[in-house]
């Protein structure tokens, strides 16, 4: 007669600790691979968002003659019925309340995905280059953003001219505005959520990603309408 001995199911503690050893292995390694394509994700988003807005602020440029937006359509204090250059997502305002807004599809395009280093975002996540495209240059101050003395001719090298930018409050400040005029925040600056850097749209519609120490934070070469005196 055939006698059989029973054999043992299941794993042992040596095999178990075995199996999750690799299994944090695993996830140590794919880990860092999601979180860095989440976050390439929402910068091709972000981006995506920007290029939806300058070319709304282009159509703007063929139905006012050419001329830029200001950033907003009536003086402090603000009332119901003043408009920003964008709506401000923490708000109620909706894209008939803003200056650029009927040429934009969705009021999502002007929230930025990533919301990391964001000051109010009731403010808006995308920065205006108002020292140029509305003063160009001068210090006039905030109460005459309301009228814009600039015309698309004025631009020399529009795909050298920023445009939009990646903000922490909604406005743009130039590396010579904030140095200048002191008075000037520092939310461009702050603005760089995206791998350390900025999603930046410039006047001719297209968008690029600018990382620290670059061309887009040493110097006002790529915003201002006069390239003459700066160097890139």
């Given at each position: 007669?055939?006698?059989?001995?029973?054999?043992?199911?299941?794993?042992?503690?040596?095999?178990?600790?075995?199996?999750?050893?690799?299994?944090?292995?695993?996830?140590?390694?794919?880990?860092?691979?999601?979180?860095?394509?989440?976050?390439?994700?929402?910068?091709?988003?972000?981006?995506?968002?920007?290029?939806?807005?300058?070319?709304a602020w282009l159509s703007y440029?063929?139905?006012?003659?050419?001329?830029?937006?200001?950033?907003?359509?009536?003086?402090?204090?603000?009332?119901?019925?003043?408009?920003?250059?964008?709506?401000?997502?923490?708000?109620?305002?909706?894209?008939?309340?803003?200056?650029?807004?009927?040429?934009?599809?969705?009021?999502?395009?002007?929230?930025?995905?990533?919301?990391?280093?964001?000051?109010?975002?009731?403010?808006?996540?995308?920065?205006?280059?108002?020292?140029?495209?509305?003063?160009?240059?001068?210090?006039?101050?905030?109460?005459?953003?309301?009228?814009s003395v600039v015309k698309a001719?004025?631009?020399?090298?529009?795909?050298?001219?920023?445009?939009?930018?990646?903000?922490?409050?909604?406005?743009?400040?130039?590396?010579?505005?904030?140095?200048?005029?002191?008075?000037?925040?520092?939310?461009?600056?702050?603005?760089?959520?995206?791998?350390?850097?900025?999603?930046?749209?410039?006047?001719?519609?297209?968008?690029?990603?600018?990382?620290?120490?670059?061309?887009?934070?040493?110097?006002?070469?790529?915003?201002?309408?006069?390239?003459?005196?700066?160097?890139?």
């Amino acid at each position: 007669m055939r006698s059989f001995v029973a054999r043992k199911t299941g794993f042992t503690l040596i095999e178990l600790l075995v199996v999750i050893a690799i299994i944090a292995i695993l996830a140590a390694i794919l880990f860092p691979i999601f979180t860095q394509a989440k976050a390439s994700a929402k910068t091709s988003a972000c981006s995506s968002n920007l290029k939806q807005i300058t070319q709304a602020w282009l159509s703007y440029l063929d139905d006012y003659g050419q001329r830029t937006p200001p950033y907003f359509n009536a003086l402090l204090p603000y009332r119901p019925w003043v408009k920003t250059i964008l709506p401000w997502p923490g708000t109620q305002m909706k894209l008939s309340d803003s200056i650029i807004g009927s040429y934009i599809k969705s009021i999502g395009v002007t929230t930025c995905p990533e919301k990391r280093r964001v000051w109010h975002d009731a403010w808006g996540f995308y920065g205006y280059n108002t020292i140029y495209l509305v003063m160009n240059g001068i210090d006039i101050g905030m109460w005459d953003w309301t009228t814009s003395v600039v015309k698309a001719s004025m631009i020399q090298v529009p795909s050298k001219t920023v445009c939009f930018a990646d903000s922490a409050d909604g406005t743009a400040c130039s590396p010579r505005s904030r140095v200048q005029w002191p008075g000037w925040n520092n939310s461009t600056a702050m603005g760089n959520r995206h791998n350390n850097g900025w999603n930046v749209s410039f006047c001719d519609g297209h968008v690029k990603w600018y990382g620290q120490n670059s061309a887009f934070s040493k110097n006002d070469y790529l915003w201002a309408l006069d390239k003459i005196n700066y160097r890139r």
